[in-house]
Nanobody, 122 residues
Framework: VQLQASGGGLVQAGGSLRLSCVAS????????TGWFRQAPGLEREFVAA????????YYADSVKGRFTISRDNVKSTVYLQMNSLKPEDTAVYHC????????????????WGQGTLVTVSS
């Protein structure tokens, strides 16, 4: 499975960005796809996740109400709509996929994309 993340960029505080994660290869509808982020000097942290079947979504408390994760099964793409961005959202955002039930743990995911940089200026 290969993942390609895109959509990062520079935005002012209060602005919006939409990240995309396109999956290719031997994907499966039983997978869960998550977004993680890593700021300089900090550990990778969970942001949001979505299952490929059903309606289950998961969010970190720090992004609830501001970020929305969604999927397009036909395009094998997961999106992360980020609104009301804050400077503390600045990080490299990675998408990952796996069969895990432990959705907030990065080590539980099997495949990772290359990351896309989000910079929020104050």
């Amino acid at each position: 499975v290969q993942l390609q993340a895109s959509g990062g960029g520079l935005v002012q505080a209060g602005g919006s960005l939409r990240l995309s994660c396109v999956a290719s290869g031997r994907t499966s509808r039983t997978r869960i796809t998550g977004w993680f982020r890593q700021a300089p000097g900090l550990e990778r942290e969970f942001v949001a996740a979505i299952r490929w079947t059903g309606d289950s979504t998961y969010y970190a408390d720090s992004v609830k109400g501001r970020f929305t994760i969604s999927r397009d099964n036909v395009k094998s793409t997961v999106y992360l709509q980020m609104n009301s961005l804050k400077p503390e959202d600045t990080a490299v955002y990675h998408c990952a996929t796996g069969f895990t039930a432990q959705v907030i743990l990065p080590d539980e995911y099997d495949y990772w994309g290359q990351g896309t940089l989000v910079t929020v200026s104050s």
